[in-house]
């Protein structure tokens, strides 16, 4: 039985307190697909993040214009929906 490790990664740490909303992007070309989460903050800025790699911070950005371009630049596509703090409470 694999076992997996939930903890998260000190990455997320950044925006702990502070997020405000999540969205999932898809590279949808690769088999299986590669997912990267991007997490504003409620300071307008934004942080990727890499599941795969125990929620490793990819790279961030000042503003979701710029995140956006970064991940529509590499090929990766919105999945439908967002995730918002205040759903969570």
Do not use: H
């Not at 409620?42 to 995140?67: H, Q, W």
Request: aromatic letters at 12%; proline letters at 7%.
């Amino acid at each position: 039985m694999q076992i997996t490790d939930t903890i998260p990664s000190p990455g997320v740490d950044l925006v702990k307190d502070s997020w405000n909303f999540l969205e999932v992007w898809v590279d949808a070309m690769q088999s299986p697909p590669y997912l990267l989460l991007l997490l504003g903050d409620k300071a307008g800025s934004c942080y990727i993040f890499d599941p795969a790699e125990n929620y490793r911070l990819v790279t961030n950005f000042s503003s979701y214009e710029e995140a956006q371009i970064w991940l529509l630049e590499d090929e990766y596509e919105p999945l439908e929906g967002r995730l918002s703090s205040s759903e969570t409470l």
